[in-house]
């Protein structure tokens, strides 16, 4: 099982940017995706998370109506992330078997697997 999370980069106060997860060596419908990140100094957070085999995706209010997750094809799941702040500046991972709570919040399941991560750097 390998998770690859690439797109990050430096962008403006109010841009877009749109991150991808390539997955390897397991089959991606069967699973749930979530992409997390983790600031400077802080603890990580979870971001959203999707339930491939029925599309149904989840977001913490801090992002919802500025954030989508896709599955982009057989083997990738895609973050965009549009109207972007400073606050959302962190590094950026996905990894298998997330969990949203009764409480809104995105959890990483007892089993999940991490990909490495990508730096987001929002900066005027």
């Known amino acids: 099982v390998q998770l690859q999370a690439s797109g990050g980069g430096l962008v403006q106060p109010g841009g877009s940017l749109r991150l991808s997860c390539a997955t390897s060596g397991f089959t991606l419908d069967y699973y749930h995706i979530g992409w997390f990140r983790q600031a400077p100094g802080k603890g990580r957070e979870g971001v959203s998370c999707?339930?491939?085999?029925?599309?149904?995706t989840y977001y913490v209010d801090s992002v919802k109506g500025r954030f989508t997750i896709s599955r982009a094809n057989a083997n990738t799941v895609n973050l965009q992330m549009n109207s972007l702040k400073p606050e959302d500046t962190a590094v950026y991972y996905c990894?298998?078997?997330?969990?949203?709570?009764?409480?809104?919040?995105?959890?990483?399941?007892?089993?999940?697997?991490w990909g490495q991560g990508t730096l987001v750097t929002v900066s005027s």
């Open positions: 999707i339930t491939i085999r029925d599309g149904s």
């Open positions: 990894a298998t078997d997330c969990v949203y709570t009764p409480t809104g919040t995105v959890e990483a399941g007892t089993l999940a697997r």
